[in-house]
């Protein structure tokens, strides 16, 4: 028995412990961590000059769409690489997303693309061509003087394929009381 193993005089049911001093590794690893929870605190919560997780989670999400959308900017367009994104699950859901976004497609050519003021997207009938390349020229450089814009200086090339991979999704799909159909029978 070291100097340093005294039994002290209280007994928990049995139980009798020494007052020894805690060993220094044990002792500075607690320091250190309360340090290091200090800096963390004012790091992250008081001066916020870190990002936190969901914020740097919300932008690595944001550079990697970014990455995606410059990647399809720079892909050729051509019908095989349209059609290729009309099977792209994930492009025609942010196809989808920009079709329904208020004001837009979904304004004039309605939530089903039956048609409004616009024509039915679903049936096979085509005013300008229904080819995926014919889709994506109207999509993007519109009909001004029939009030279809041209898209692509709002909305950027890479949404401009996306929208059209949502659209290809809808041809012949003729969705109940839509518009009859205008154009030629492709
Ligand atoms: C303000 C109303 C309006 C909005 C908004 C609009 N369109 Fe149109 N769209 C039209 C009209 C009108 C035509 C028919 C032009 C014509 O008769 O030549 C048309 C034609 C089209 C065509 C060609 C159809 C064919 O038969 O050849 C496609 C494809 C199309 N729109 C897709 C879209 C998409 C995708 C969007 C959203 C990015 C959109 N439109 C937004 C009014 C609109």
Redesign the pocket.
Known sequence: MTQQDQVRDHDFDGIREFDNRLPNWWLWSFYLACIFSVIYWVHYHVLRTGAAPLQEYAMEMKAADERAAAELARSPVDDASLLALAQDAAAVAEGRK??MTPG??V???KEDGGGL???N?TDN?????GSPMA?HK??SKG?PE???QA?EAL?GPAKVRQ?TAF?LTLKGKNAPNGKAP??KVE
């Open positions: 920009v079709f837009q497609c304004t004039c050519h003021v616009g024509p997207l009938a085509w005013i300008h061509g889709i109207t999509i009909v029939k009030g279809m898209w909305l929208v659209v205008e154009g």
